[in-house]
């Protein structure tokens, strides 16, 4: 009897240790920025770009905010395509990676490079003679042997907001290239791809439907949609509510397309960017809407934006003078997808 009662009693744990697991895999959060700043790449650290601290984990930590997109530059972590990493930007970007994980939080770090290079004083896209698709490739199978050991590493961002390509399979090849350069040396951790022109999700069947046919051996792929809502998606705001046309349902007009194609191709989703104004509280209902249907919908996602040096940036949730930003209100009642 009591052999049996052990057995039950390990199983028990077991199926709650899974379902903890689970139900940790969608965290909601939000991007902490400052490592793709500045126009002088690769800069000077603390001038011209920085990385989050303490005071930023420690803040949406108790805000239950539990997953943080951070943002860097290829450039930065390497400086020559082909070379190793800068150790001195790698540890930079490691003291972050290790802060979150004593605060227990997940971290999904970005690579927010718009499927391009700074060569010279020119952006070159990536699959160009100046930038090889292998040279990518390199980079982040260099980045995971860094970070293939880390607990708290949510996924490898491979690329924020792929635009203006040459070819319709452009990105997808560029993707598939690093999935299987990461898959060498990583066969474990979640490799989370963004999608073409700018990653819309309203745009999603039409310009990154192809992508649900990469090929991950270790079949661990989550695919990253961005949702604004003003006008012309872009995050922009440069008008009243009104006259962005902006309803209460818009956040969850530009969604759908990207969750009913998650849906149909049964694949993981993520929403690695929204984000609204502070000046208006109507923008707030359209944010709560969406952030509700994504939660019912099992899609998590990060805010944009908050970190260190956004100043007076309206979409911020950086609090100022100790205070809350008016978006706190409804970001604090997302914290985890179903």
Same mark, same amino acid.
């Given at each position: ?12 744990? %077991? ?8 139900? /940790?895999?969608?965290?909601?959060? %939000? ?12 800069? +000077? ?10 005071? !930023? ?17 290829? @450039? ?24 979150? /994980? ?26 160009? &003679? @100046?930038?090889? +698709? ?26 924020? @907001?792929?635009? #203006?390509? &040459? /070819?319709? !399979? =452009? ?21 989370? +791809?963004?999608?073409? =022109? ?9 310009? =990154? ?22 006008? *012309? ?14 309803? /209460? ?23 690695? @960017? ?13 944010? #709560?809407?969406?952030? *509700?249907?994504?939660?019912? *919908?099992? %899609? ?16 911020? +949730? ?21």
């Amino acid at each position: 009897m009591k052999k049996i009662t052990c057995s039950l009693l390990i199983l028990l744990s %077991v199926a709650i240790s899974k379902a903890q697991v689970n139900s /940790a895999s969608k965290p909601f959060g %939000v991007n902490l920025a400052g490592g793709d700043f500045g126009s002088n790449i690769p800069g +000077v650290f603390n001038k011209d770009y920085t990385y989050p601290g303490e005071a !930023d984990l420690d803040y949406f930590k108790k805000k239950g905010l539990n997953l943080i997109r951070v943002p860097f530059l290829w @450039e930065r972590l390497q400086p020559v395509m082909g070379a190793d990493l800068d150790k001195q930007e790698l540890g930079r970007f490691m003291a972050v990676v290790d802060a979150a /994980a004593k605060r227990g939080m997940m971290v999904l770090p970005d690579m927010h490079n718009y499927c391009r290079r700074k060569v010279g004083n020119d952006w070159k896209l990536i699959g160009t &003679p @100046e930038v090889p +698709v292998e040279a990518v490739a390199d980079a982040w199978a260099k980045i995971a042997v860094e970070l293939k050991d880390k607990k708290n590493i949510w996924g490898y961002g491979l690329m924020n @907001e792929p635009h #203006d390509m &040459p /070819a319709a !399979d =452009s990105w997808f090849t560029i993707a598939q290239a690093i999935i299987s350069k990461v898959r060498s040396v990583d066969p474990k951790t979640t490799i989370v +791809v963004g999608g073409d =022109s700018w990653s819309s999700a309203e745009r999603w069947p039409s310009y =990154s439907g192809n992508l649900k046919n990469l090929v991950d051996p270790s079949n661990n792929l989550i695919y990253e949609a961005h949702i604004y809502f003003d006008e *012309n998606s872009s995050g922009a705001y440069k008008f009243p509510y009104s006259k962005e046309l902006a309803t /209460a349902e818009t956040g969850i007009v530009r969604a759908m397309p990207f969750v009913e194609w998650l849906k149909a191709n049964k694949l993981r989703g993520f929403i690695g @960017e929204y984000g609204v104004p502070d000046n208006d509280p109507k923008w707030l209902v359209t944010l #709560d809407k969406l952030l *509700n249907y994504l939660q019912q *919908n099992g %899609v998590n996602g990060t805010y944009w934006a908050a970190g260190p040096w956004w100043g007076d940036y309206h979409l911020a +949730v950086q609090p100022r003078n100790g205070s809350d930003r008016p978006q706190m209100q409804i970001l604090g009642k997302y914290l985890q997808a179903k």
